[in-house]
């Protein structure tokens, strides 16, 4: 099995920045992609980005060029740099790591953080 949790949410001006942590744990030898999600209040959960183990990420068109994942493979960690933060990004931000234990495809989540954007 794997586990994600994740950190560094809060309260920020617009404008300013933030940096999401997620760490795994478990079977991290079995992940394929660690995406982050976010859900706003009343409305789905969306994709934010989505990084494999080839090290590419895909973005959602809403957050290119203000966001930007990176990841520690030593640490079995994945960061999440938030730029120009948006009171639109306010939302719960979650972490997924999709894996495959014995090749059957699985999914973990995390908590969430709560990230808060003051206008």
């Known amino acids: 099995q794997v586990q994600v949790v994740e950190s560094g949410g809060g309260l920020v001006q617009a404008g300013k920045s933030l940096r999401l942590s997620c760490a795994a744990s478990?079977?991290?030898?079995?992940?394929?992609?660690i995406d982050w999600y976010r859900q706003a209040p009343g409305k789905q959960r969306e994709l934010v980005v989505s990084?494999?183990?080839?090290?590419?990420?895909v973005y959602a068109d809403s957050v290119k060029g203000r966001f930007f994942v990176s990841r520690d493979n030593a640490k079995f960690m994945v960061y999440l740099d938030m730029n120009s933060l948006k009171p639109e990004d306010t939302a719960v931000y979650y972490c997924?790591?999709?894996?495959?234990?014995?090749?059957?495809?699985?999914?973990?989540w995390g908590q969430g953080t709560q990230v808060t954007v003051s206008s």
């Open positions: 997924h790591a999709e894996f495959y234990p014995g090749g059957a495809r699985a999914s973990a």
């Open positions: 478990g079977s991290t030898f079995s992940i394929k992609s």
């Open positions: 990084l494999n183990t080839d090290g590419r990420a």
